[in-house]
């Protein structure tokens, strides 16, 4: 893996104090399945710790770039930011792919171009040089790789909305969301669809879209743009 040691300095200017902490973000859990006789740790935990510190580095960025944005945008920004295409994207632009172990049988399914993996992998690299450098950083890796994409406006069009409906509408506990196609316009080849959103049962807004799932991003956004004025106001 000295490779591996010698692209995370020259990409991200990084020298592991535990070398081991960054194979382990870099091992898959197919690949500790086949050497179960090792022992060897795989990314799964790293993951989980950098998921959370992603979430809140960029959380924290946002809230100082945008000091005038409500809630409910920020949220929504930051979903399209950390969502599995985005940090796939990464990956893959910094050529960290290239360097995950992988069992046989997720190699020749080709594990190593799928998003939610590669979006594993990054949130464990993350994780694994806040373990081995701490916050700081992390900040400075994201500060040269990520939050210039954010300036630019690069997440824009990824915006999730059901996600961020989601986050503010289950922040006290579990809400019901359904999503259901009402109706439709145009022809078949240029069919529109008409998606309306309930929260317990209750309707929060309908939007239109060439597809369901854009209907439903459509209809989710029409619900927090609602949630956001009624909370103003």
Do not use: W
């Not at 740790?41 to 979430?55: H, P, Q, S, T, Y």
């Not at 998003?115 to 993350?126: K, Q």
């Not at 969301?177 to 078949?188: A, L, Q, R, S």
């Amino acid at each position: 893996m000295k490779k591996l040691f010698l692209h995370v300095k020259d990409k991200f200017g990084v020298t592991f104090n535990d070398e081991n902490v960054l194979i382990e973000a870099f091992t898959h859990s197919s690949y500790a399945n086949d050497h179960r006789d090792k022992q060897i740790r795989n990314l799964e935990r790293l993951e989980f710790l950098g998921d959370a510190v992603l979430e809140v580095t960029v959380s924290e960025y946002l809230y100082h770039k945008y000091p005038n944005e409500p809630e409910g945008k920020l949220t929504r920004m930051r979903a399209s930011i950390v969502r599995a295409e985005s940090l796939a994207k990464l990956t893959q632009e910094y050529q960290l792919h290239h360097y995950v172990r992988l069992g046989k049988g997720e190699e020749q399914m080709n594990g190593r171009t799928r998003p939610s993996l590669l979006c594993d992998v990054f949130e464990a690299f993350i994780g694994a040089v806040f373990v081995d450098q701490g916050m700081e950083t992390v900040k400075e890796i994201l500060k040269a790789i990520l939050f210039p994409k954010i300036d630019s406006g690069a997440f824009s069009h990824g915006m999730d909305h059901k996600t961020a409906l989601q986050e503010l509408l289950q922040r006290n506990g579990v809400v019901t969301i359904e999503y259901k196609v009402v109706g439709h316009t145009g022809p078949d080849h240029q069919k529109e669809f008409i998606v309306e959103v309930f929260v317990e049962g209750d309707s929060f807004g309908k939007g239109s879209g060439r597809s369901k799932k854009a209907a439903e991003q459509s209809a989710a956004k029409v619900a927090l743009d609602s949630l956001e004025e009624a909370n103003e106001s």
